[in-house]
Protein backbone atom coordinates (compact mmCIF):
# COMPACT_ATOMS: atom_id res chain seq x y z
CA UNK A 1 0.00 0.00 0.00
CA UNK A 2 2.98 2.27 0.98
CA UNK A 3 4.58 1.73 -2.21
CA UNK A 4 1.32 2.45 -4.73
CA UNK A 5 0.79 5.57 -2.24
CA UNK A 6 4.21 7.02 -3.08
CA UNK A 7 3.79 6.37 -6.49
CA UNK A 8 0.53 8.28 -6.95
CA UNK A 9 2.36 11.04 -4.62
CA UNK A 10 5.64 10.84 -7.51
CA UNK A 11 3.07 11.01 -10.75
CA UNK A 12 0.98 14.18 -9.03
CA UNK A 13 4.06 16.00 -8.67
CA UNK A 14 5.30 15.30 -11.86
CA UNK A 15 1.74 15.98 -13.50
CA UNK A 16 1.45 19.23 -11.43
CA UNK A 17 5.09 19.74 -12.81
CA UNK A 18 4.64 18.94 -16.09
CA UNK A 19 1.31 21.18 -16.69
CA UNK A 20 3.29 24.34 -17.13
CA UNK A 21 5.09 25.57 -20.69
CA UNK A 22 7.44 27.84 -20.77
CA UNK A 23 6.78 30.68 -22.51
CA UNK A 24 9.15 33.04 -24.64
CA UNK A 25 10.25 35.52 -21.68
CA UNK A 26 10.92 32.40 -20.19
CA UNK A 27 7.88 32.27 -17.33
CA UNK A 28 6.70 29.41 -16.75
CA UNK A 29 2.69 29.16 -18.06
CA UNK A 30 0.24 27.19 -16.59
CA UNK A 31 -1.45 24.50 -19.64
CA UNK A 32 -5.09 24.55 -18.45
CA UNK A 33 -8.37 23.55 -20.29
CA UNK A 34 -9.58 20.47 -21.83
CA UNK A 35 -8.37 17.99 -24.51
CA UNK A 36 -10.05 14.53 -25.70
CA UNK A 37 -7.72 11.62 -26.19
CA UNK A 38 -8.14 8.68 -28.80
CA UNK A 39 -6.21 5.69 -27.43
CA UNK A 40 -6.19 2.00 -28.15
CA UNK A 41 -8.07 -0.19 -26.07
CA UNK A 42 -5.35 -1.70 -24.22
CA UNK A 43 -4.53 1.55 -22.87
CA UNK A 44 -7.69 2.09 -21.28
CA UNK A 45 -6.17 1.13 -17.51
CA UNK A 46 -3.08 3.38 -17.86
CA UNK A 47 -3.99 6.25 -19.66
CA UNK A 48 -6.99 6.31 -16.81
CA UNK A 49 -4.66 6.51 -13.79
CA UNK A 50 -2.61 9.47 -15.83
CA UNK A 51 -6.06 10.67 -16.45
CA UNK A 52 -7.18 10.83 -12.65
CA UNK A 53 -3.86 11.99 -11.64
CA UNK A 54 -3.22 15.00 -13.70
CA UNK A 55 -6.80 16.25 -12.87
CA UNK A 56 -6.49 15.88 -9.41
CA UNK A 57 -3.37 17.69 -9.39
CA UNK A 58 -4.56 20.31 -11.82
CA UNK A 59 -8.05 20.98 -11.44
CA UNK A 60 -8.74 23.48 -14.13
CA UNK A 61 -7.17 20.35 -16.67
CA UNK A 62 -9.77 18.22 -17.53
CA UNK A 63 -8.83 14.66 -20.04
CA UNK A 64 -11.45 12.91 -21.68
CA UNK A 65 -10.91 9.41 -23.68
CA UNK A 66 -11.93 8.02 -26.31
CA UNK A 67 -11.26 3.92 -25.81
CA UNK A 68 -11.45 1.87 -29.36
CA UNK A 69 -9.12 -0.24 -32.07
CA UNK A 70 -6.72 1.73 -33.08
CA UNK A 71 -8.30 0.95 -36.52
CA UNK A 72 -11.64 2.50 -35.35
CA UNK A 73 -9.83 5.21 -34.10
CA UNK A 74 -7.41 6.25 -37.08
CA UNK A 75 -10.90 6.19 -39.05
CA UNK A 76 -12.98 8.53 -36.34
CA UNK A 77 -9.90 11.00 -37.28
CA UNK A 78 -9.84 11.12 -40.45
CA UNK A 79 -13.67 11.40 -40.91
CA UNK A 80 -12.84 14.75 -38.76
CA UNK A 81 -13.81 13.26 -34.92
CA UNK A 82 -12.81 15.81 -32.71
CA UNK A 83 -9.58 14.42 -31.12
CA UNK A 84 -6.72 16.00 -30.05
CA UNK A 85 -4.93 13.03 -29.65
CA UNK A 86 -4.04 9.62 -31.30
CA UNK A 87 -2.35 6.78 -29.13
CA UNK A 88 -2.41 3.86 -31.58
CA UNK A 89 -1.30 0.28 -30.91
CA UNK A 90 0.56 0.08 -34.03
CA UNK A 91 2.96 1.94 -36.43
CA UNK A 92 0.18 1.09 -39.90
CA UNK A 93 -3.04 3.28 -38.32
CA UNK A 94 -0.46 6.24 -36.88
CA UNK A 95 1.10 6.62 -40.41
CA UNK A 96 -2.54 6.94 -41.88
CA UNK A 97 -2.98 10.12 -40.03
CA UNK A 98 0.20 11.20 -41.22
CA UNK A 99 -0.60 10.51 -44.33
CA UNK A 100 -3.82 12.43 -44.19
CA UNK A 101 -1.74 15.03 -42.89
CA UNK A 102 -3.64 15.43 -40.12
CA UNK A 103 -0.92 14.69 -37.50
CA UNK A 104 0.35 18.15 -35.79
CA UNK A 105 4.17 17.46 -36.45
CA UNK A 106 5.75 13.91 -36.09
CA UNK A 107 4.65 10.66 -33.59
CA UNK A 108 6.21 9.45 -31.15
CA UNK A 109 6.88 6.14 -29.87
CA UNK A 110 6.04 6.00 -26.15
CA UNK A 111 5.67 2.15 -25.05
CA UNK A 112 5.69 -1.30 -26.74
CA UNK A 113 3.67 -4.53 -25.69
CA UNK A 114 3.68 -8.70 -25.87
CA UNK A 115 1.18 -10.85 -26.96
CA UNK A 116 -0.25 -13.40 -24.90
CA UNK A 117 -2.69 -16.56 -24.52
CA UNK A 118 -5.53 -15.64 -21.94
CA UNK A 119 -7.32 -18.55 -20.75
CA UNK A 120 -10.21 -19.53 -18.10
CA UNK A 121 -8.75 -18.42 -14.69
CA UNK A 122 -6.65 -21.72 -13.52
CA UNK A 123 -6.66 -22.98 -16.94
CA UNK A 124 -8.99 -25.57 -16.87
CA UNK A 125 -8.30 -26.73 -20.23
CA UNK A 126 -5.13 -26.84 -19.83
CA UNK A 127 -3.65 -25.03 -22.66
CA UNK A 128 0.15 -24.81 -22.83
CA UNK A 129 0.59 -22.55 -25.94
CA UNK A 130 -0.59 -21.67 -29.76
CA UNK A 131 -0.42 -25.30 -30.98
CA UNK A 132 -3.43 -26.00 -28.07
CA UNK A 133 -5.39 -23.41 -29.74
CA UNK A 134 -6.01 -25.38 -32.64
CA UNK A 135 -7.75 -28.44 -30.94
CA UNK A 136 -11.65 -29.02 -31.46
CA UNK A 137 -12.66 -28.51 -27.69
CA UNK A 138 -10.83 -25.03 -27.00
CA UNK A 139 -13.24 -22.21 -28.05
CA UNK A 140 -10.84 -19.57 -29.67
CA UNK A 141 -12.10 -15.57 -30.28
CA UNK A 142 -9.54 -13.05 -31.86
CA UNK A 143 -9.89 -9.26 -32.50
CA UNK A 144 -10.65 -9.08 -36.18
CA UNK A 145 -7.63 -8.71 -38.35
CA UNK A 146 -8.17 -5.16 -39.40
CA UNK A 147 -7.58 -4.47 -35.52
CA UNK A 148 -3.63 -4.70 -34.19
CA UNK A 149 -4.19 -7.54 -31.77
CA UNK A 150 -5.90 -9.20 -34.41
CA UNK A 151 -3.17 -8.37 -36.69
CA UNK A 152 -0.37 -9.55 -34.25
CA UNK A 153 -2.38 -13.08 -32.91
CA UNK A 154 -2.29 -14.11 -37.17
CA UNK A 155 1.29 -13.19 -37.16
CA UNK A 156 2.30 -14.83 -33.72
CA UNK A 157 0.21 -18.04 -35.14
CA UNK A 158 1.43 -17.91 -38.52
CA UNK A 159 5.00 -18.34 -36.97
CA UNK A 160 3.93 -21.25 -34.46
CA UNK A 161 2.24 -22.91 -37.85
CA UNK A 162 -0.91 -23.00 -36.16
CA UNK A 163 -4.16 -23.00 -38.13
CA UNK A 164 -7.17 -21.98 -35.73
CA UNK A 165 -10.75 -20.79 -36.76
CA UNK A 166 -11.65 -18.18 -33.96
CA UNK A 167 -15.72 -18.90 -32.95
CA UNK A 168 -15.90 -14.91 -33.34
CA UNK A 169 -13.27 -12.20 -34.56
CA UNK A 170 -13.98 -8.94 -31.97
CA UNK A 171 -13.53 -5.31 -32.49
CA UNK A 172 -11.51 -4.99 -29.90
CA UNK A 173 -8.83 -6.73 -27.67
CA UNK A 174 -10.61 -6.02 -24.77
CA UNK A 175 -13.40 -7.65 -26.31
CA UNK A 176 -11.26 -10.59 -26.73
CA UNK A 177 -10.92 -10.25 -23.28
CA UNK A 178 -14.07 -9.91 -21.74
CA UNK A 179 -15.27 -13.22 -23.77
CA UNK A 180 -12.88 -14.96 -21.88
CA UNK A 181 -13.24 -13.73 -18.89
CA UNK A 182 -16.99 -14.59 -19.08
CA UNK A 183 -16.53 -17.69 -19.99
CA UNK A 184 -17.88 -17.67 -23.45
CA UNK A 185 -14.24 -18.78 -24.90
CA UNK A 186 -11.66 -20.96 -24.19
CA UNK A 187 -8.83 -18.78 -24.82
CA UNK A 188 -7.99 -15.40 -26.95
CA UNK A 189 -4.57 -14.07 -27.48
CA UNK A 190 -4.51 -10.82 -26.00
CA UNK A 191 -1.82 -8.50 -24.45
CA UNK A 192 -0.20 -8.85 -21.54
CA UNK A 193 -1.37 -5.62 -20.19
CA UNK A 194 -4.57 -7.23 -20.82
CA UNK A 195 -4.39 -9.76 -18.61
CA UNK A 196 -2.72 -8.27 -16.11
CA UNK A 197 -5.96 -5.97 -16.03
CA UNK A 198 -8.39 -8.59 -15.27
CA UNK A 199 -7.19 -8.99 -11.74
CA UNK A 200 -7.16 -12.95 -11.94
CA UNK A 201 -10.02 -13.40 -13.93
CA UNK A 202 -8.35 -14.86 -16.66
CA UNK A 203 -5.07 -16.85 -16.45
CA UNK A 204 -1.87 -16.01 -18.78
CA UNK A 205 -0.15 -18.65 -21.13
CA UNK A 206 2.95 -17.52 -21.89
CA UNK A 207 4.11 -17.05 -25.88
CA UNK A 208 7.90 -18.10 -26.66
CA UNK A 209 10.47 -15.63 -27.83
CA UNK A 210 9.97 -17.23 -31.50
CA UNK A 211 6.57 -17.02 -31.87
CA UNK A 212 5.95 -13.31 -29.97
CA UNK A 213 5.36 -10.41 -31.62
CA UNK A 214 5.90 -7.08 -30.46
CA UNK A 215 3.44 -4.17 -30.45
CA UNK A 216 4.88 -0.65 -30.68
CA UNK A 217 2.93 2.50 -29.60
CA UNK A 218 3.11 5.53 -31.13
CA UNK A 219 1.62 8.78 -30.42
CA UNK A 220 0.82 12.16 -31.86
CA UNK A 221 -0.87 15.34 -31.35
CA UNK A 222 -4.08 15.75 -34.10
CA UNK A 223 -3.68 18.68 -36.47
CA UNK A 224 -6.25 21.47 -35.76
CA UNK A 225 -5.91 20.32 -31.59
CA UNK A 226 -8.21 22.52 -29.82
CA UNK A 227 -5.34 22.67 -27.04
CA UNK A 228 -2.21 21.82 -28.56
CA UNK A 229 0.04 22.84 -24.94
CA UNK A 230 -1.80 20.66 -23.09
CA UNK A 231 -2.11 17.61 -25.93
CA UNK A 232 1.48 18.25 -26.04
CA UNK A 233 2.22 18.08 -22.17
CA UNK A 234 0.62 14.50 -21.85
CA UNK A 235 2.21 13.13 -24.52
CA UNK A 236 5.76 14.86 -23.03
CA UNK A 237 4.86 13.17 -19.69
CA UNK A 238 4.24 9.89 -21.04
CA UNK A 239 8.02 9.89 -22.56
CA UNK A 240 9.76 11.02 -19.72
CA UNK A 241 10.93 8.70 -16.91
CA UNK A 242 8.03 9.17 -14.48
CA UNK A 243 5.66 8.29 -17.25
CA UNK A 244 7.55 5.37 -18.47
CA UNK A 245 7.32 4.18 -14.90
CA UNK A 246 3.62 4.58 -14.81
CA UNK A 247 2.97 2.43 -17.83
CA UNK A 248 5.37 -0.35 -16.22
CA UNK A 249 3.12 -0.69 -13.54
CA UNK A 250 0.39 -1.91 -16.31
CA UNK A 251 2.69 -4.50 -17.91
CA UNK A 252 3.95 -1.65 -20.76
CA UNK A 253 7.37 -1.84 -21.61
CA UNK A 254 9.99 0.73 -22.93
CA UNK A 255 9.51 1.99 -27.17
Do not use: W
Not at 60 to 89: H, K, Y
Not at 186 to 206: C, F, H, K, P
Request: some cysteine.
Amino acid sequence: MKVHLVSAFVLATALVLSACTTSSTGVDTPVVGEVTIFAASSLTDAFRQVGDQMMKAKGDVRLTFNFGSSSTLATQITNGAPADVFASADDANMQKIVDSKLADGSSKGFASNRLQIAVAAGNPKKIGGLDDLARPDVVLVLAAPTVPAGKYALEAMNKAGVVAKPLSQEVDVRAVLNKVSLGEADAGIVYVTDVMSAMGRVTGVDIPEQQQVIAHYPIAVVKGSKNAPLANRFIDFLVSPNGQNTLAEFGFSKP
